[in-house]
C-alpha cells in the first residue's frame, strides 16, 4: 500500500539527516511523525519513527547520566566519514586540523600537547568530513584506546614534517601501527601472519610543505618510500595545498554523493546522501526507509544512466552525483 507522504516529508527529513547532535535528530523526529498521515500505508513507517525516536531518548538520557565516566576516545561517527590524524610529535598534526576544521585543538610548539582527541567537522563542497586530532605516537606508550579509535575509522591520516626526516617519522609510526596489528590496505596481498590485522586505508600528509621550494623534497621523499604510499603535502602554517587535500581525503573515503527527487518536484540538492561507491538503486532506498525498499517500484536516475531521467533496475549502480527518484 503506498505511503502517499507530503513533501513536507522529505524537507524534515533533509533536516534529519544534516543533524549531527542527538538533540537535533529527536526534535526532525518528532517533527516527522506529526507530518505523516495516518492510515494502513503508513503504519510501518510510523513505528519505525516511534522506535528510532525512543532509542535517541534513551541514548540522549545514558549520555547524560554517563557522561562523566564515558571515555573520550569512544566517538560517534558524523558527516560522511571518520578520519583519524596521527602522527609523531611537533608534525604539525594540531595546526592541520584546526585549519581544516571548526574545531579548536590546543596548538604548540612542545610535544605531547594533545592528550585526548579532539573531533571536528572537515567541510567538503556539499558534504562534511569528520577528522579526529589524536594524541602523538611515540615508543614509550599508546594508549589501547587509541588503537581502537583508529581501528574504528574509515581513513587514516599520517601526519609527517617534510622538513624533518620525513621517512624516519613514518617509519616510527608504522612501526608503532603494525605493533598493534593495523596496516594500510595495500598491505592485504602480502598480509601479516597475525589473525588480528586490521587493514585500513591510508594517506600520508608532508606537513610544513610551506612553498614551492619544498617541492623538490616532496618528490625525493616519494621516491624514497616507493610508489604504495599515497603522499600529498600541505602547509597548516600558510594554506598551501589545503584544498587539494580536502579533495583527497573525500576521495580516498571512497563514498558517493547521491540526490533524491521527490516525483513532481525539483531535486533536494542542498543534502546529499552518503553510500559506499558500488551501491545500488535498493541500497539507496534502503537507507532512506526500509519500507522504501521492500516497496519500491520504480526508480529513475539522472547522471549515471543512458539518458536523464532513465528507469532503471534495483541494481543499477550509482555514482557520485547521481539525482534518484524512486517511486514507490
Not at 605493533?179 to 595495500?186: E, G, L, R
Not at 599515497?230 to 576521495?251: C, D, E, H, K
Request: glycine share 4%.
Amino acid at each position: 500500500m503506498p505511503t502517499n507522504l507530503p513533501p513536507e516529508y522529505f524537507e524534515v527529513e533533509r533536516r534529519y539527516r544534516a543533524a549531527e547532535s542527538v538533540r537535533e535528530r529527536i526534535a526532525c523526529l518528532e517533527e516527522l511523525l506529526s507530518t505523516v498521515p495516518k492510515h494502513k500505508g503508513t503504519d510501518r513507517l510510523r513505528a519505525d519513527l516511534r522506535r528510532k525516536l525512543s532509542r535517541l531518548r534513551d541514548e540522549s538520557k545514558a549520555r547524560t547520566s554517563t557522561s562523566r565516566h564515558e571515555s573520550a576516545f569512544l566517538i560517534d561517527k558524523a558527516g560522511a566519514g571518520q578520519v583519524v590524524v596521527v602522527g609523531p610529535p611537533n608534525t604539525g598534526k594540531s595546526a592541520l586540523v584546526a585549519a581544516l576544521t571548526n574545531a579548536a585543538p590546543e596548538v604548540s610548539s612542545s610535544p605531547f600537547s594533545t592528550w585526548t582527541p579532539t573531533p571536528g567537522m572537515m567541510p567538503f563542497e556539499d558534504v562534511q568530513v569528520q577528522l579526529i586530532d589524536t594524541p602523538p605516537l611515540h615508543s614509550d606508550f599508546v594508549q589501547p584506546e587509541l588503537t581502537d579509535l583508529i581501528r574504528r575509522s574509515d581513513l587514516i591520516l599520517v601526519v609527517l614534517d617534510l622538513q624533518a626526516d620525513p621517512i624516519r617519522q613514518l617509519e616510527d609510526t608504522m612501526a608503532l601501527l603494525e605493533a598493534h596489528y593495523i596496516f594500510p590496505d595495500w598491505r592485504q596481498d602480502d598480509p601479516p601472519d597475525a589473525q588480528r590485522a586490521s587493514f585500513k586505508r591510508l594517506v600520508v600528509v608532508a606537513n610544513k610543505a610551506d612553498d614551492a621550494d619544498s617541492d623538490e623534497l616532496l618528490e625525493l621523499f616519494r621516491q624514497l618510500i616507493g610508489e604504495h604510499w599515497p603522499v600529498i603535502s600541505a602547509s597548516a602554517t600558510t594554506g598551501r595545498n589545503l584544498a587539494q587535500l580536502r579533495a583527497r581525503v573525500f576521495a580516498s573515503l571512497e563514498v558517493i554523493r547521491v540526490y533524491s527527487k521527490p516525483p513532481g518536484r525539483d531535486p533536494d540538492l542542498s543534502a546529499p546522501f552518503v553510500l559506499k561507491k558500488g551501491s545500488t538503486v535498493e541500497e539507496l532506498a534502503g537507507k532512506i526507509h526500509q519500507d522504501f525498499r521492500q516497496h519500491l517500484l520504480a526508480a529513475r536516475v539522472w547522471g549515471s544512466a543512458d539518458f536523464d531521467g532513465q528507469m532503471v533496475a534495483r541494481d543499477h549502480v550509482l555514482q557520485d552525483g547521481d539525482i534518484v527518484e524512486l517511486r514507490i
